[in-house]
Structure formats: structure tokens, C-alpha cells
T-cell receptor, first 113, second 111 residues
Framework: DQQVKQNSPSLSVQEGRISILNCDYT??????FLWYKKYPAEGPTFLIS???IKDKNEDGRFTVFLNKSAKHLSLHIVPSQPGDSAVYFC????WGTGNQFYFGTGTSLTVIP | DADVTQTPRNRITKTGKRIMLECSQT?????MYWYRQDPGLGLRLIYY???????NKGEISDGYSVSRQAQAKFSLSLESAIPNQTALYFC??????????FGPGTRLTVL
């Protein structure tokens, strides 16, 4: 049973606009959430994370929002750039889950120049 | 040099063959992980290790085994490969704040 879900397999956005990638989770024991970016023929690379004690974390053009009551997080990229075109995975872990990481199925973002 | 290396990068094998995928890391992390990626399923955890003496099964460990030869080395074995083990395999190490650092992946095809 998928504990972390990314319901949009793909997303296309114009360069300069905002990209919003969404992620839902079911396990209330998760207390740490991460976003990874993956280019073809490469491994995922860490992008940004958020702890459950926060509802927002920002790093340059990337902001992650966490809504614990809705068990939902989102990644905002502003402004979007063609180099952001990649597959984005959200992941979750928690002390109650044996510190395993659970990944979503990924969203393929295409930023159109 | 890459912090996490995987060998081989590509492998084609036949059903029933034994195969080993190797992972080495230079980050000095205690935690190491093996994942597989399948289209539409994301990354799923096979095995993980928090130190040389600690090995744990992940979500999909059936058909796989691992060996933690040293802090820097974590290998994944398929004792008798089957076609539904065709996938992209990633090794990862655990970071200080829980983020993981991934290797470049091994594309395995079982015919």
C-alpha cells in the first residue's frame, strides 16, 4: 500500500512561472519530509526538506509547504527554469517507521522555454 | 570523484543466474540503503543497514540478500534472478540530517 502518493505523473509549466508539485501521505508517524530531483541516467539528488515542527521551508527558488492536518506537502518552484525539468520525488520518514524512507511515484516536470 | 559509486552500471543476465550489485561510498556515513525503481512505482526500499552489524529488510526484500562488508561497502545479491527483477537499482547513504545521497544507479535486465 502506497504510503506516499504523488497523483500527478507529469506537469508542464512555462519558463518564469510557478511550478507546484504535490504529495500526499497516509502515515501519521511521518515527521520528516524531503524532495528529490532526478535527471535521466542519474541518481536522485536531495533538494529540500521539512520537519513536521514547521509548515514552511525555503531555499532560494524552492519552497516546501507542509499541511499536517491534511497530510499534504507541496513544492513550489519560482521562477521555473528549463533546467528544472526533471522527475521530482517526495519522500517521508519518521522514528515510528524504523527510519525507513518511503518515496512517492514521482512527478515529471517539464519547463517550456 | 563521485561520493557514491555503483558497479556495474548496466547488466543483462539470464533467469536463474546469481548476480551481485556493488556499492561504495566515500562520505563516511554509517547508513546505507538499496532501492529499486520501477515505472509508475517510484523508489522502493529493498534493504538498509545502519552500521556494519545492522542489516534490516525493507519493503520488498524477497528474492534479495545483502552484505555489508565494511562501512563503505554494501552489496546487493540476487541469488536466482527472475524477469520481474528487471529494474533500475539505486544505492544510497544516509546524511547528517536524514537526507540521502544516491549513486548513479544500475540498470539490470533479466531475460
Amino acid at each position: 500500500d502506497q504510503q506516499v502518493k504523488q497523483n500527478s505523473p507529469s506537469l508542464s509549466v512555462q519558463e518564469g512561472r510557478i511550478s507546484i508539485l504535490n504529495c500526499d501521505y497516509t502515515n501519521s508517524m511521518f515527521d520528516y519530509f524531503l524532495w528529490y530531483k532526478k535527471y535521466p541516467a542519474e541518481g536522485p539528488t536531495f533538494l529540500i526538506s521539512i520537519s513536521s515542527i514547521k509548515d514552511k521551508n525555503e531555499d532560494g527558488r524552492f519552497t516546501v509547504f507542509l499541511n499536517k492536518s491534511a497530510k499534504h506537502l507541496s513544492l513550489h518552484i519560482v521562477p521555473s527554469q528549463p533546467g528544472d525539468s526533471a522527475v521530482y520525488f517526495c519522500a517521508a520518514s519518521g522514528w515510528g517507521t524504523g527510519n525507513q524512507f518511503y518515496f512517492g511515484t514521482g512527478t515529471s516536470l517539464t519547463v517550456i522555454p | 570523484d563521485a561520493d557514491v559509486t555503483q558497479t556495474p552500471r548496466n547488466r543483462i543476465t539470464k533467469t536463474g543466474k546469481r548476480i551481485m550489485l556493488e556499492c561504495s561510498q566515500t562520505k563516511g556515513h554509517d547508513r546505507m540503503y538499496w532501492y529499486r525503481q520501477d515505472p509508475g512505482l517510484g523508489l522502493r526500499l529493498i534493504y538498509y543497514s545502519f552500521d556494519v552489524k545492522d542489516i534490516n529488510k525493507g519493503e520488498i526484500s524477497d528474492g534479495y540478500s545483502v552484505s555489508r562488508q565494511a562501512q563503505a561497502k554494501f552489496s546487493l545479491s540476487l541469488e536466482s534472478a527472475i524477469p520481474n527483477q528487471t529494474a533500475l537499482y539505486f544505492c544510497a547513504t544516509g546524511g547528517q540530517y536524514n537526507e540521502q545521497f544516491f549513486g548513479p544507479g544500475t540498470r539490470l535486465t533479466v531475460l
